[in-house]
């Protein structure tokens, strides 16, 4: 009995050590355009869909490959940001590159791209944080009939996901979730997101917080420990997984 009690006590005085996993987070999050500022998703994750106390930064790059962001310096912050904040917060570090990478000008191969996104991912670990890689934002071009959005970057997507799975690395599907609910809403609401008039692959500010919607939506069906440090909005949440326009 005595025991019994004991045992009690130990679970009940263990629950505030317990809580002490919801601790807040730290957002790094690592890109091409379509999650820098002026562009992508990343600056509208940070201010509507992080709760008070989380918060980040993003060093999303418009232009960049996972070779220039390397090169210009931009991954070195990334892991200086790590051990600043890692003490204070859970350190995530999302990764989504590939719109530049593919080109035939930007000098990365396939397989160079996977070895990039490897080893950021594996230095983002050793440095202390969560790295999740992410499929590419798909842009939202459509074609055929019936018209659907173009599929090209399905080589990168699937390439970001072989390096999470072989090096079991946390990942979330942006590519086809992006994909579905852009066939969903047609081209016509789809193009009202774009940052500027025919521009499909950027986003202007409610894109920006519809996609980054999209991801943190992702992002806590994937890893149920960030519903508490997650900002939520089940208006837009519904709208997008009932395919319905925002
Ligand atoms: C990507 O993987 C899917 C299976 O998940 C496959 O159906 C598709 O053909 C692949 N696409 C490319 C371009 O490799
Ligand atoms: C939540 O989403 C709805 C539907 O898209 C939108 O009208 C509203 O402004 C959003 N609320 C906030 C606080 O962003």
Known sequence: MKLLTLTILGVVSAWPIQKRADRLVYWLLAGDSTTAP??????????????????????????????????????????????????ESDVWVTIQFGHNDQKTTSGVTLDQYKTN???????????????????????????????KVVENLAEQRNATIAVANTNSFGYIDLNIASENYVNAIGQTAADKYNLADGDRTHLNPWGGVVFARIVSDLLVAKFPQLDSVTKKNETLSALIAAGKPA
């Not at 991954?75 to 051990?83: F, P, T």
């Open 117 to 147: 996104l490897k080893n950021f991912a594996t230095e983002a670990k050793t440095a202390g944080a969560t790295p999740v890689l992410v499929t590419p934002l798909t842009r939202r071009t459509f074609s055929g009939k019936p018209a």
């Open 38 to 87: 002026n562009g992508g998703w990343g600056d509208a994750y940070l201010g509507t869909t992080v709760a008070a106390g989380s918060s980040g930064h993003n060093y999303g790059h418009s232009g960049a490959t996972t070779a220039s962001f390397r090169a210009g310096g931009d991954w070195a912050k990334v892991i200086k940001d790590i051990g600043t904040n890692k003490d």
